[in-house]
């Protein structure tokens, strides 16, 4: 590497060798003096002969080390230093979600947007300089802790990077890589534009979707009887085409097809019949151009009769949960060792019982919306309160997470123990409330005493989407606990001390649990509509990294070397000139 020099003017000093060669070269004229004796002079050997005359160069060793010397300390305030390239942390944020594996218009299945994204990582990693970080965005950020330098070695990411993930947050992937390393730069590879205009000079954003027509199924659920059941299932169309097509039906071992005729845009609803004791349930659509979002499993889900307690004064309230609990199924109505019970007035709790309480605040009033409905709780699937009068008191305090607000005053509360006992406790005033005579009260009840079945031991939701985490009170004595998942990967659970154990479900599918001798199955779907939705995706890229600090280039300066080696130098200079002279 040639080096380059912070003063450059100061290589003038070479100027200086030339005066301590001419110093060696040339010698001053002597003059000759008679003296009576020479047996006083320490030295008696003769003298060169005077005169301005050139004589051989002599070396002695000093000579060298004063040459050395000065040139070391020329050398030093020129400053002399040179460039390398440095490593720079680059955070690669890879969507996980799985409109990552949409093909292109080509219909080549090697040419989804996972695969070209691949391709721009491996495209960053061919920089020298560039130390990369990676993380997973999916419904939540994961970071892997290695560091990658090269394109080979990247296969911990490739096993892990799946793109079966229902969402992807990218906001918080950024978020979570600003926080990491504010002064690191940042790569994001999806398939969407941003969402918003990206700022500053350490983000570089780069979409690679294909905007396909695509045909989901989106939502499914299903339901189980004595006398049979049923299944309804909706389809999107998310295309500009009518989509016009035959869908898969296999009950059991028996195999059917039913016509598909969906308009640009629209969604289809279907509803399938099921004879009793029907098993599982797989529809599937028609190959396009994302796979994964054609094909659902609905296993059955037979009822489990709850032991439930009506506490309830209110006449009004009482038939309304009468009338809500026998359409939810067929449960029993009791007064000893309930699983559940209902009450509008204070009540000592009971040991292995849910309590829903309807608690009347002072000065309650009448409030219609709108209201803050926390979406994410399985007690509100279904559940919208448009239109749905509530009571509210400002001086009551409900204890638990809020599930439905009105500003900030809670109305509907949850609160769930680490003993496995939960509790529902909503603002309530008969002549002030029209929760009891909405759509959306049977649809509540229904959705609690769910969660209150599943909550028994070795009860649990059949059918759950991707993502999701399946806890489970297992029956006490139970020692060993497998879970398989649908590409055949087995690994062994934990049973806690609590007598309940955890799973991921992150694979379309059906998933087997073993239980010592006990054999369970989960099915597994992606059912996601915004994920779905190929028409937001799109190419291009926003952002870039400053050039200056994108390659960051490293300096190392010599000067501080230099300077100590002349002082050595002149050290040893020294040092030679006093031994001489001692021997002298």
Same mark, same amino acid.
């Given at each position: 590497?040639?080096?380059?020099?912070?003063?450059?003017?100061?290589?003038g000093g070479f100027a200086a060798l030339g005066v301590l060669v001419a110093i060696y070269l040339l010698r001053m004229r002597a003059r000759r003096v008679t003296v009576s004796s020479l047996f006083l002079w320490l030295d008696e050997a003769t003298p060169d002969d005077g005169g301005r005359t050139v004589k051989r160069l002599r070396t002695p060793l000093a000579f060298f080390l004063e040459l050395l010397a000065?040139?070391?300390?020329?050398?030093?305030a020129a400053g002399p230093f040179w460039f390398r390239a440095g490593t720079r942390t680059v955070f690669v944020l890879l969507d996980d979600s799985y409109s990552m594996q949409a093909t292109a218009p080509d219909g080549d299945p090697r040419s989804t947007?996972?695969?070209?994204?691949?391709? &721009?990582?491996?495209?960053? +990693?061919?920089?020298?300089s560039?130390? /990369? @970080?990676?993380?997973?965005?999916?419904?939540?950020p994961v970071l892997l802790a290695d560091r990658f330098d090269s394109v080979d070695s990247l296969g911990p990411v490739?096993?892990?990077?799946?793109?079966? &993930?229902?969402?992807?947050? +990218?906001?918080?992937?950024?978020?979570? /890589? @600003?926080?990491l390393d504010p002064t690191a730069e940042i790569l994001v590879l999806t398939d969407t534009k941003p969402p918003v205009a990206i700022e500053g000079d350490r983000l570089r954003w780069i979409a690679l979707g294909n905007n396909r027509p695509n045909l989901a199924v989106i939502s499914a659920v299903r339901k189980d009887g004595p006398d049979g059941g049923k299944a309804v299932i909706e389809m999107a169309n998310y295309s500009t085409r009518k989509a016009v097509g035959e869908m898969a039906i296999r009950l059991d071992r028996q195999t059917s097809t039913r016509s598909l005729a969906i308009e640009p845009g629209e969604i289809g609803r279907f509803t399938l019949t099921l004879p009793p004791e029907a098993g599982e349930l797989e529809v599937k659509l028609p190959v396009d151009s994302l796979s994964i979002d054609n094909r659902i499993w609905l296993l059955p889900r037979r009822p489990v009769p709850l032991r439930v307690e009506?506490?309830?004064?209110?006449?009004?309230?009482?038939n309304a949960l009468r009338r809500a609990i026998t359409a939810a199924g067929p449960h029993k109505i009791i007064t000893a060792a309930p699983d559940i019970r209902f009450t509008d007035q204070p009540r000592e709790p009971r040991d292995e019982c849910?309590?829903?309480?309807?608690?009347?605040?002072?000065?309650?009033?009448?409030?219609?919306?709108?209201?803050?409905?926390e979406k994410g709780n399985r007690l509100l699937d279904g559940v919208t309160l448009e239109g749905v009068v509530l009571a509210r008191s400002s001086e009551l305090g409900l204890p638990g997470i809020p599930l439905v607000s009105a500003g900030n005053v809670p109305l509907i509360t949850w609160d769930q123990q680490a003993s496995g006992q939960a509790n529902l406790f909503l603002q309530w005033a008969p002549d002030k409330t029209t929760l009891a005579e909405s759509v959306d009260f049977p649809i509540l009840i229904a959705n609690l005493l769910l969660r209150r079945t599943e909550a028994l031991p070795e009860r649990f939701q059949p059918n759950v989407?991707?993502?999701?985490?399946?806890?489970?009170?297992?029956?006490?004595g139970r020692e060993n606990a497998m879970i398989k998942s649908p590409s055949d990967e087995t690994r062994p659970l934990t049973i806690l001390p609590t007598d309940e154990i955890a799973f991921s479900c992150d694979q379309p599918g059906i998933y087997s649990l073993s239980l010592d001798e006990s054999e369970y199955t989960i099915a597994t779907n992606v059912l996601n509509r915004q994920e779905s939705d190929l028409t937001k995706c799109s190419s291009g890229q926003w952002g870039n990294w400053n050039h200056a600090t994108g390659h960051q280039l490293a300096t190392w300066s010599a000067s501080a070397t230099l300077l100590l080696l002349s002082l050595l130098v002149w050290g040893a200079h020294g040092r030679l000139t006093r031994a001489k002279g001692v021997r002298r």
């Open positions: 590497m040639i080096p380059t020099f912070a003063s450059p003017i100061f290589l000065i040139s070391l300390l020329v050398l030093a947007s996972r695969q070209r994204a691949w391709d &721009a990582f491996q495209e960053c +990693l061919e920089d020298p560039v130390s /990369a @970080r990676v993380i997973l965005a999916g419904t939540h490739e096993s892990r990077w799946r793109c079966l &993930a229902p969402g992807a947050d +990218l906001t918080a992937a950024i978020g979570l /890589a @600003r926080r009506l506490a309830v004064e209110n006449p009004k309230l009482k849910w309590n829903v309480s309807f608690i009347e605040g002072p000065e309650s009033k009448s409030i219609l919306g709108p209201f803050l409905l989407r991707i993502g999701e985490t399946v806890g489970l009170r297992v029956n006490r």
